[in-house]
């Protein structure tokens, strides 16, 4: 899936029908004050405006490139504002969050301080192939009180696909690299 990809569109005659109606009144205002722009032609160039921005609202577009889920709703479903149509997932790059003790926390937070970009890698379930190697993004600001862990973020090129949203990867987050 492209970014600006119509995900869904409705019915958008009616709308259509306002726009050329605001364009017919416009050019018919122009046309009665000599092709000039008076107050008259203002408002109805708004109207014009108001009639294309309504138009744009007939079709949902994706905002960004990436994978689509199963659709959410089916055609004929009443539908509202805020109702999701479906989850689209970026894959380049890509993300992953983990966890580590909170008592290394303090270690990574220093090599951070220090503007260190610190590699992060990806690996299978079973720790027997290395997915891909990334870097630490970003640190969250509170201690799971639960589990005593900190949820850490890394970002993946994923260049050559392998990995994929909600993938199962054992990260390995390097404080010495070579």
């Known amino acids: 899936m492209e970014a600006g990809q119509v995900l869904a569109s409705v019915d958008s005659r009616s709308l259509q029908l306002q726009l050329a109606q605001a364009l017919s009144q416009l050019a018919s205002d122009r ?4 092709g000039g722009y008076d107050e008259k032609a203002k408002v109805d160039q708004l109207a014009v405006d108001n009639a294309n921005l309504q138009l744009s609202f007939a079709q949902v577009t994706s905002p960004i490139k990436g994978v689509a889920g199963l ?7 009443m539908i509202h504002a805020g109702d999701s149509l479906v989850v689209i997932t970026q894959l380049h790059p890509i993300a992953a969050m983990f966890t580590i003790p909170e008592d290394r926390l303090s270690l990574v937070r220093s090599a951070a301080k220090t503007g260190m970009s610190l590699p992060v890698e990806a690996w299978n379930r079973d720790n027997s192939v290395k997915l891909a190697t990334g870097r630490l993004t970003a640190v969250n600001n509170q201690i799971d009180q639960d589990t005593g862990t900190a949820k850490l973020k890394a970002e993946f090129d994923n260049k050559d696909d392998a990995l994929f949203p909600n993938q199962f990867v ?3 987050l390097l404080m010495n690299p070579r």
Not at 31 to 34: I, L, M, V, Y
Not at 71 to 77: A, E, I, K, Q, S
């Open 31 to 34: 046309r009665f004050s000599g």
């Open 170 to 172: 054992n990260v390995r």
């Open 71 to 77: 659709r959410l709703v089916d055609p004929g479903n």
